[in-house]
């Protein structure tokens, strides 16, 4: 990865580190990556918690993201020859495991605002790390699966609103409410108005930007390998 992935703690692995190391991490970035999706339930359900089998379930399910984040770490840093410069290159996933660790004992609600200012920051890291899991797909020869990527938030926004908006009545409005979020185009129609739903907006329109980033960072890789190759000959 470039230099800057490495100063903003999401460096991966050294490609000089062993054919060991470079393995573990082939398989570590997809299990961050779903320790990262199972945290989005996990913090809904503790956010509308209305009985104590909720709230246990949501703490389970901050316990298999934080058993994933830490196992994947950890079993990358055991391969790497300098565990120590791993967890250095990689602060922002180890940041996320710990913070999945305190999240399984985290407090019910209603939250105090420091807490909410925390599991916000936390929720937002997970955010960027979904984002920057999916970078892989910038490469030119794999553009063709962004479409299905953005079509999946679409319908899981869609899904998400259905439950969390009182003003949404079916799934057609949540998915209309999901593609303005996400487009940031803002008909005035419809917004989200409780505080569950506009936090769930908030993921949906950094995915959104996220994806249309890794469109046209795609679209502009594959005109510069094409100006390359054409120089190249």
């Known amino acids: 990865m470039s230099i800057s992935w490495h100063k ?12 060991a190391a470079l393995h573990a991490w082939s398989h570590a970035r997809w ?9 989005i339930p996990a913090f809904y359900l503790e956010l509308l918690a209305t009985s104590s089998s909720m709230l246990l379930t949501a703490r389970a399910l901050y316990g298999g993201m934080a058993l994933a984040c830490v196992g994947a770490v950890a079993r990358t840093a055991w391969a790497c020859r300098k565990p120590g410069r791993y967890l250095d290159r990689n602060a922002f996933d180890v940041a996320i495991a710990c913070g999945a660790l305190v999240s399984v004992i985290g407090g019910a609600n209603p939250w105090s605002s420091l807490e909410w200012v925390l599991r916000l920051a936390f929720m937002a890291m997970i955010a960027v790390r979904i984002v920057v899991a999916l970078h892989a797909y910038v490469e030119p020869n794999r553009l063709a699966l962004l479409p299905l990527a953005g079509a999946i938030v679409l319908l899981l926004g869609g899904a998400g609103f259905y439950a969390l908006e009182p003003r949404v009545h079916s799934y057609a409005e949540g998915l209309w409410l999901a593609f303005e979020s996400s487009a940031t185009v803002g008909y005035g129609d419809m917004a989200p108005t409780t505080p569950a739903s506009r936090v769930f907006a908030v993921f949906v ?20 390998g094409k100006e390359e190759r054409r120089l190249r000959r």
């Not at 903003?8 to 054919?19: E, I, M, N, P, T």
């Not at 046209?216 to 890789?221: K, L, Q, V």
């Open 205 to 224: 329109v950094l995915l959104g930007y996220g994806m249309l980033s890794l469109a046209f960072a795609g679209i502009a890789t594959w005109f510069i």
């Open 8 to 19: 903003a703690g999401l460096g991966g692995v050294d490609s000089h580190d062993g054919a």
């Open 31 to 39: 299990v961050l990556l779903a320790g990262c999706l199972i945290a």
